[in-house]
C-alpha cells in the first residue's frame, strides 16, 4: 500500500497567464482509502468510484459558495446509482448501491454497469448551505451518451456535462485503483474584462477596456488552450496513478513555469469525512412521524440506521424513539457524516 504519510492527499490549481485556461490535479490516498474501507465493491466499481471522487474536488475546488456538491450516477444496469459529495472545504465520502443480483465481470465497462438499457442518467446538485428565502439547489442532468453514441468513461460523462449544462470547455483525465485515485482538469474560461465570465451572463469575448478581443489574442487563447490540452494528452493512468501533483505539473508544463507563464497556487488537502451524526438520524425519523416509527417499532424492537457513506450504525430503542416525540433532547453520536436509510 502506498505510504499516504509520504505523499498527502493534494489538489493543486494551476493557471496559464497567457490566456484564460486553468488547470487542477488532484490525489486521493488516505481520503479513497477511507472511503473503501468501509465497503466491498467489484473492481469496475471501485474504479469508477474512485473517478469520480477525485472529479468531484476537481469541480468543487472553484466553487464560489459554502455547500455541497453532489454526483450521482444513476444506473439501469447492475450498478443501480453511485453517488459522491464534495463540500467547499473538500471533505469528501462517496458511496454505490448494487442491483441484489448483480454479477459484474473484472473487465466491466461504464456502458456495461449503469447503462446497460440505454436509461442511465448523470447529474451534478449544487446545495448551497446558507440558502437564501426560496433558494432551491441547482441540478443539472445529462444522458450517458451523445451524438455519438454511449459514453464509455467517467471523463467523457463530466466533459459532456460541462458542455452541456455549462457552455466551458473541458477536459478530464482520471484513475483509480485500490490504493489512489487522482485526476487532472482542463478548462478554457470565456474572457470578460480580463478575467473569467461573469456567472449567470453569456459568454463575452471582450478584453479588459471592453472592446472585442483581437484576433491575435483570440488566435493566443486557442492556441494556449489547444496546447495545454496536446500536452495532457500525453498523460498515461499509470503515471497519474503513481506521481504526485507537484512532479505531473512539472512533467507536462515544464516550460511554462520555466517562463514564469503558468501561476501555480498553495495546494488544498481533500480529506474524506461523512457528515451523519445521531441528531441527523434523529430529525429524519422525526420527518417520518411518530405512526411510521411505532410500527417500525412494534415491527422489529427498535429502529436501526445504517449509514451507506461512512457504515456508522444508529439504534433507537423505544425509549429513545418515546424521546423523539416527546420534545426530549436526542444525545449526540460520534457519526462523521450524512446519512443513507435501509
Known amino acids: 500500500m502506498t505510504d499516504t504519510t509520504t505523499t498527502p492527499d493534494t489538489l493543486q490549481k494551476f493557471l496559464f497567464d497567457a490566456a484564460p485556461v486553468r488547470g487542477e490535479l488532484v490525489r486521493l490516498e488516505s481520503t479513497w482509502q477511507e472511503a473503501l ?46 453517488v459522491v459529495e464534495c463540500l467547499s472545504d473538500l471533505s469528501l465520502r462517496g458511496t454505490a448501491k448494487l442491483a441484489e443480483d448483480a454479477q459484474i465481470a473484472d473487465d466491466a465497462a461504464l456502458p456495461d454497469l449503469v447503462n446497460a438499457h440505454g436509461r442511465g442518467r448523470f447529474a451534478i446538485t449544487l446545495d448551497p448551505h446558507d440558502k437564501l428565502p426560496g433558494q432551491q439547489p441547482y441540478q443539472g442532468i445529462v444522458p450517458l451518451a451523445d451524438e455519438n453514441g454511449p459514453l464509455l468513461s467517467i471523463a467523457a460523462v463530466l466533459e459532456h456535462y460541462m458542455q452541456a449544462s455549462e457552455q466551458l470547455d473541458t477536459r ?36 479588459e477596456t471592453g472592446a472585442p478581443l483581437s484576433e491575435e489574442a483570440r488566435a493566443q487563447d486557442l492556441d494556449t488552450w489547444d496546447r495545454a490540452c496536446q500536452l495532457g494528452a500525453t498523460l498515461k493512468r499509470d503515471e497519474l496513478l503513481a506521481e ?31 457528515s451523519c451524526s445521531r441528531t441527523k438520524v434523529a430529525n429524519m425519523l422525526q420527518s417520518l412521524g411518530q405512526a411510521e416509527v411505532e410500527d417500525i417499532l412494534a415491527e422489529r424492537g427498535s429502529v436501526e440506521i445504517h449509514c451507506d457513506f461512512c457504515g456508522q450504525e444508529y439504534r433507537f430503542d423505544p425509549v429513545d424513539c418515546a ?9 449526540t453520536g460520534a457519526g462523521a457524516g450524512a446519512q443513507h436509510k435501509h
Open 37 to 82: 474501507a468501509r465497503h466491498d465493491y467489484p473492481l469496475p466499481v471501485r474504479r469508477l468510484l474512485g473517478e469520480m471522487m477525485a472529479a468531484a474536488a476537481l469541480l468543487s475546488a472553484n466553487l464560489k459558495f459554502n455547500g455541497a456538491l453532489v454526483m450521482q450516477l444513476h444506473g439501469d444496469g447492475p450498478v443501480r446509482m453511485l
Open 172 to 207: 478530464l483525465w482520471l484513475a483509480a485503483d485500490e490504493h489512489v485515485a487522482a485526476g487532472m482538469l482542463l478548462q478554457k474560461l470565456p474572457s470578460y474584462g480580463g478575467t473569467m465570465e461573469r456567472p449567470g451572463h453569456p459568454p463575452a469575448q471582450v478584453g
Open 244 to 274: 504526485s501533483p507537484d512532479t505531473l505539473l512539472r512533467r507536462l508544463f515544464w516550460e511554462d513555469l520555466q517562463d514564469a507563464g503558468l501561476r501555480v497556487f498553495e495546494p488544498a488537502s481533500p480529506r474524506f469525512q461523512c
Open 323 to 331: 424521546e423523539l416525540f416527546a420534545g426530549s433532547p436526542v444525545a
